[in-house]
């Protein structure tokens, strides 16, 4: 499955009539989203996003309205690559109800100290800004998918 990018700003959607990239700003993730070429209404996305840097990360937890769950792991970590697939079909399956994200432990340390990730691989929900729950070790799409909608009612 591909991979989402962010930046400080928004997400980097492709359309899927033209393959023009477009970004969905955070702050304005609840109104449409038409493609900058062909003006078609582009889908609410149902991938991974990847944070490259923390100042993306800091941006979207914060200015995201819906809930954000972030996936803390590593390429080292063996449980973290067999839940991996897992991850992938729980982005299928919230259905634009939360944005799921990884988070690369060894890519942003910084990211990892500040949300105290001491083992991995370490799920954490976000909504509106602030953390609201949080759980580790590896488990199924449907597990987790009851997990979200637990921790925000």
Not at 14 to 31: F, G, K, L, T
């Amino acid at each position: 499955m591909a991979h989402l990018t962010a930046d400080s700003r928004g997400l980097i959607l492709s359309c899927p009539s033209c393959s023009q990239a477009n970004r969905q700003v955070y702050r304005q993730w609840d109104a449409v989203v038409r493609c900058g070429r062909c003006k078609e209404e582009l889908p609410r996305p149902a991938a991974v996003v990847e944070v490259a840097d923390p100042q993306s990360f800091r941006a979207l937890v914060a200015e995201v309205p819906c809930p954000v769950f972030v996936d803390f792991w590593a390429p080292w970590c063996g449980p973290c690559r067999s839940v991996a697939p897992e991850i992938e079909r729980l982005a299928g399956l919230m259905d634009g109800e939360a944005l799921i994200v990884k988070v690369d432990t060894e890519a942003l340390p910084e990211v990892a100290s500040e949300h105290r990730i001491q083992s991995i691989p370490t799920f954490v929900l976000f909504h509106r800004g602030t953390e609201v729950a949080r759980t580790s070790g590896a488990m199924s799409a449907t597990r987790l998918k009851s997990f979200i909608q637990q921790s925000i009612r």
